[in-house]
C-alpha cells in the first residue's frame, strides 16, 4: 500500500520520561500549545463521559488550570491540571499538579509537583512537594 506523509508544524513532545511527562501536561495550560496540538479543524474524538458540572465552592479558587466535569473543589488550585471526579477538599492548596480521575485530596492538604494517578487518595493535612525536574509520583488507587 501506499503511504503518505502528514506535516504537524504546531507543537510536537516527545515523552519518554516522567518529567518530560510532566512538562508536556503543564504545557497544556498554555492556550496556544492546546490550540496547535487539539485544532477545531482536526477533533480529537474519544469516550464521551456524559458527567455533571464542576462544583466550586465559596472559598475556593482556581488560576490557570484546566479542570474536567464532575470535580468538587472547595480548595485553592494553581498550575493544574484536574481530571473529572476528583474532590479537593476545604482549605487544600495545590500547585503544579497533575490529578487524574476520583482522586481525592483531604482538608487542608498541600500538594506541590505532584502527579497523582486514578483515585488516590491523600489524608487531610498532608504536605508533599517534589519539584518540576522530580515530580512526585504517586500510583494508582494509592492511599497517603
Keep these: 500500500g501506499d503511504m503518505d506523509l502528514y ?3 504546531g507543537y510536537a513532545k516527545i515523552i519518554r520520561t516522567v518529567d518530560s511527562y510532566y512538562a508536556a501536561n503543564m504545557d497544556m495550560l498554555c492556550a496556544e500549545n492546546r490550540g496547535q496540538l487539539f485544532p477545531a479543524e ?3 474524538r474519544t469516550r464521551s463521559h456524559e ?5 466550586y465552592g465559596e472559598h475556593s479558587s482556581s488560576l490557570n488550570c484546566l479542570v474536567a466535569d464532575n470535580c468538587i473543589i472547595e480548595g485553592d488550585i494553581e498550575n493544574c491540571i484536574i481530571s473529572s471526579g ?3 477538599g476545604k482549605g487544600a492548596e495545590l500547585k503544579n499538579c497533575i490529578i487524574m480521575r476520583g482522586c481525592e485530596i483531604g482538608e487542608g492538604t498541600e500538594l506541590s509537583y505532584v502527579i497523582s494517578d486514578k483515585i488516590s487518595s491523600f489524608a487531610p493535612g498532608l504536605t508533599l512537594s517534589g519539584s518540576p525536574r522530580l515530580p512526585i509520583v504517586v500510583p494508582k488507587g494509592s492511599k497517603i
Design 7 to 9: 506535516l504537524h508544524p
Design 42 to 44: 482536526r477533533p480529537v
Design 51 to 55: 458527567e455533571v458540572s464542576t462544583y
Design 86 to 88: 476528583a474532590r479537593i
